[in-house]
Structure formats: structure tokens, C-alpha cells
């Protein structure tokens, strides 16, 4: 299994992006999807994630409103739509899947059992 992520860049703040990553592999129990950042010198947290077959969206409370998570099924595809970026926002969003792998939850690192490579997000003042 590979998780190809893309779309960041550079935006000031205000703006919007839209981060998507891509599954690929032997991807057929998917059991969700979820999307975590890493700003420099701090620890990686919880952004979005999403349950494959229902569709349930979970947030972290910090970026509700303000971030928007969904999923193509037919692509195997992720996506989260940016929006209203402050500075704050500037980091590395890593995407991660449950393959074969149903731990209950999606909001820590160890309910996911694979990864992609980070994508930058950086948000000028």
C-alpha cells in the first residue's frame, strides 16, 4: 500500500488549499482515512479523518469550521479543503489509512498503519 499526498504550498493567510492523497496497492479493506500535521519543533497531532464505507467525518476541535475532510471511493482518494489558513496553519500534512486494520478510533497516530509522505503547508502574514 502507498499513500501519494499533494497540494501544498505556499497561500497567504486567508486563503484556501485543497490537500488530497491518493491510496494505492492492495487497498480493498479500508476502514478510513485521516490527516495529521507537524509544525516545526512540535509534536504531530490530529486534524480530520473520515470512516470509509459511512462516511463519518471526525475533527480536531481546533480546526472545525474551518477545514473540511471527504473521500472519493471509487478513486481511493482523501481530500481536505483548507480554508481561512492563518500562520498557524503552516505545517506538514501527513495523510494515513487503515488497511486491513480496524482500530475503533481515528484520532491517534496508532490507528493507522500506514502513512504518506508529508505535504508543506506554509501560510504567509
Known amino acids: 500500500v502507498q499513500l501519494q499526498a499533494s497540494g501544498g504550498g505556499l497561500v497567504q493567510a486567508g486563503g484556501s488549499l485543497r490537500l488530497s492523497c491518493a491510496a494505492s496497492?492492495?487497498?480493498?479493506?479500508?476502514?478510513?482515512m485521516g490527516w495529521f500535521r507537524q509544525a516545526p519543533g512540535k509534536e504531530r497531532e490530529f486534524v480530520a479523518a473520515?470512516?470509509?464505507?459511512?462516511?463519518?467525518?471526525y475533527y480536531a476541535d481546533s480546526v472545525k469550521g474551518q477545514i473540511t475532510i471527504s473521500r472519493d471511493n471509487a478513486k481511493n482518494t482523501v481530500y481536505l479543503q483548507l480554508d481561512g489558513l492563518k500562520p498557524e496553519d503552516t505545517a506538514d500534512y501527513y495523510c494515513?489509512?487503515?488497511?486491513?486494520?480496524?482500530?475503533?478510533?481515528?484520532?491517534?497516530?496508532?490507528?493507522?498503519?500506514?502513512w504518506g509522505q508529508g505535504t508543506l503547508v506554509t501560510v504567509s502574514s
Open positions: 494515513a489509512a487503515q488497511i486491513a486494520y480496524y482500530s475503533g478510533s481515528y484520532s491517534r497516530k496508532t490507528d493507522y498503519n500506514y
Open positions: 496497492g492492495r487497498t480493498s479493506n479500508n476502514y478510513g
Open positions: 473520515v470512516s470509509w464505507s459511512v462516511g463519518r467525518t
